[in-house]
T-cell receptor
Framework: QKEVEQDPGPLSVPEGAIVSLNCTYS??????FMWYRQYSRKGPELLMY????GNKEDGRFTAQVDKSSKYISLFIRDSQPSDSATYLC????????????FGTGTSLTVIP | GAVVSQHPSRVICKSGTSVKIECRSL??????MFWYRQFPKKSLMLMAT?????????EQGVEKDKFLINHASLTLSTLTVTSAHPEDSSFYIC?????????FGPGTRLTVT
């Protein structure tokens, strides 16, 4: 079993839709959770960084962590064509260690 | 936010030659940097973890004599692909470790002919 599971998609939605991206994980030691956005032929860009369970909102993006279910989500409200990209989740047990575990990424297309 | 640059962004080289890729943290110091390789439509594959002033830690299956990593300062790590072959063609991405996770560079596309 992989440490982090992420549905690769592809996911296609109309402009303005609410997008839900998800990852599940198996290691209960993970405490810090990240979401990255990667445009084609570019490096990943850090979107959200959260600690432990709960919600974090930044503009149209909301990151949600449910540690009891080992499940994290990224919600995108009022999706735009510019949101079309691959979204990677990542997690790590500590804030200072070097062990990061990445999902395989979900490809999202927002249709105008 | 934290900015990481990579140079060159794209390089084409002949088989048998060596190529050096630079990764710089522009507005912060990075004790730890990571090097990844990414194939088309695939996820990131960690190659090695680079710590300033010490030898890099390579992942299983990554040839350390082929992929030379140097992290001589807190703002610069380099990856040298030695005696490159067409199968080394890929997208190479570095990242720097910060308290808020990893910050990635824009990537370098290497094509070996």
């Amino acid at each position: 079993q992989k440490e982090v599971e992420q549905d690769p998609g592809p996911l296609s939605v109309p402009e303005g839709a609410i997008v839900s991206l998800n990852c599940t994980y198996s290691n209960s030691a993970f405490q810090y959770f990240m979401w990255y956005r990667q445009y084609s032929r570019k490096g990943p860009e850090l979107l959200m960084y959260t600690y432990s369970s709960g919600n974090k909102e930044d503009g149209r993006f909301t990151a949600q962590v449910d540690k009891s279910s080992k499940y994290i989500s990224l919600f995108i409200r009022d999706s735009q064509p510019s949101d079309s990209a691959t979204y990677l989740c990542a997690m790590t047990p500590t804030n200072t260690g070097n062990q990061f575990y990445f999902g395989t990424g979900t490809s999202l297309t927002v249709i105008p | 936010g934290a900015v990481v640059s990579q140079h060159p962004s794209r390089v084409i080289c002949k088989s048998g030659t060596s190529v050096k890729i630079e990764c710089r943290s522009l507005d912060f110091q990075a004790t730890t940097m990571f090097w990844y390789r990414q194939f088309p439509k695939k996820s990131l594959m960690l190659m090695a973890t680079s710590n300033e002033g010490s030898k890099a830690t390579y992942e299983q299956g990554v040839e350390k004599d082929k992929f030379l990593i140097n992290h001589a300062s807190l703002t610069l790590s380099t990856l040298t692909v030695t005696s490159a072959h067409p199968e080394d063609s890929s997208f190479y991405i570095c990242s720097a470790r910060l308290a808020g996770g990893q910050h990635f560079g824009p990537g370098t596309r290497l094509t070996v002919t």
